[in-house]
Antibody, heavy 123, light 107 residues
Framework: EVQLLESGGGLVQPGGSLRLSCAASGFIFSSHAMTWVRQAPGKGLEWVSTISGSGGSPFYADSVKGRFTISRDNSKNTLYLQMNSLRAEDTALYYC????????????????WGQGTLVTVSS | DIQMTQSPSSLSASVGDRVTITCRASQSISNYLNWYQQKPGKAPKLLIYAASSLQSGVPSRFSGSGSGTDFTLTISSLQPEDFASYYCHQSYSSPITFGQGTRLEIK
C-alpha cells in the first residue's frame, strides 16, 4: 500500500523558515516525480512545486519561486520542502502527492496524497 | 498560465440525482485533465485521470468526458457519500493549475 506521511508543519513568524518532509513507502520512490500542493483555510488547491524522480528539473509556482526549495533523498524515500521568507499568505495545509510520471513533463496526475501538514505564519 | 474555470461553484442536489460539473480551460490542454474529490478534513482523492479514465476503486457512477478546452464530470446517481468538493486539474503545462472547486451539497 502506498503511503505518504508529511511532517514538519507548525507556527512560524513572518520571515521565518520551516522544512517540511514527506516520508514515502509502498512504491519505488525514485521512479516517480513528487509534488507539493497547498490549501489555505477554506480555499481551493494550489500547486506549489514538483520534482522529478531523479531529483532534477524542479519547478515552482511563481508565488513561492525564490523562497521555497523542493528536494528529495531517494535513499531515504523522503521528499522535502524548504520554506524561507515565509509570509502570512503561505498559511495553508501542505500536501505531498505522488505523480504518475517519473519526469516532470507528461500527462500527469496525483495519486495518492498524504494527509497534509499545517503551516501557520503569524506573529 | 492556463486558467481552469469550474462551474458551478456550488451545487445543491438530492440523493439519486444526476449531476454534471464542468471545467473549462483557457487554452487547449488535449486530455491532460484530472478530477479529484475532497471530503471535509480529508486529502483529495483521484477520481478521473486523462479526462475520461476511471481510477481503480472509484464507483462506476462517476464518469468524465471532454478534450481540448471543455470537460465534464458526471455522477449518474448521487449517493450520500458523494457530497464533497470536486476539483479539476490540468497537467498540460506549467504552472500546473486547479479549478476553483465545486462544492456539492445535500438539498
Amino acid at each position: 500500500e502506498v503511503q505518504l506521511l508529511e511532517s514538519g508543519g507548525g507556527l512560524v513568524q513572518p520571515g521565518g523558515s520551516l522544512r517540511l518532509s514527506c516520508a514515502a513507502s509502498g512504491f519505488i520512490f525514485s521512479s516517480h516525480a513528487m509534488t507539493w500542493v497547498r490549501q489555505a483555510p477554506g480555499k481551493g488547491l494550489e500547486w506549489v512545486s514538483t520534482i522529478s524522480g531523479s531529483g532534477g528539473s524542479p519547478f515552482y509556482a511563481d508565488s513561492v519561486k525564490g523562497r521555497f526549495t523542493i528536494s528529495r533523498d531517494n535513499s531515504k524515500n523522503t521528499l522535502y520542502l524548504q520554506m524561507n521568507s515565509l509570509r502570512a499568505e503561505d498559511t495553508a495545509l501542505y500536501y505531498c502527492a505522488k505523480d504518475r510520471c517519473g519526469i516532470t513533463s507528461c500527462n500527469d496526475w496525483f495519486d495518492p496524497w498524504g494527509q497534509g501538514t499545517l503551516v501557520t505564519v503569524s506573529s | 498560465d492556463i486558467q481552469m474555470t469550474q462551474s458551478p461553484s456550488s451545487l445543491s442536489a438530492s440523493v439519486g440525482d444526476r449531476v454534471t460539473i464542468t471545467c473549462r480551460a483557457s487554452q487547449s490542454i488535449s486530455n491532460y485533465l484530472n478530477w479529484y474529490q475532497q471530503k471535509p478534513g480529508k486529502a483529495p482523492k483521484l477520481l478521473i485521470y486523462a479526462a475520461s479514465s476511471l481510477q481503480s476503486g472509484v464507483p462506476s457512477r462517476f464518469s468524465g468526458s471532454g478534450s481540448g478546452t471543455d470537460f465534464t464530470l458526471t455522477i449518474s446517481s448521487l449517493q450520500p457519500e458523494d457530497f464533497a468538493s470536486y476539483y479539476c486539474h490540468q497537467s498540460y503545462s506549467s504552472p500546473i493549475t486547479f479549478g476553483q472547486g465545486t462544492r456539492l451539497e445535500i438539498k
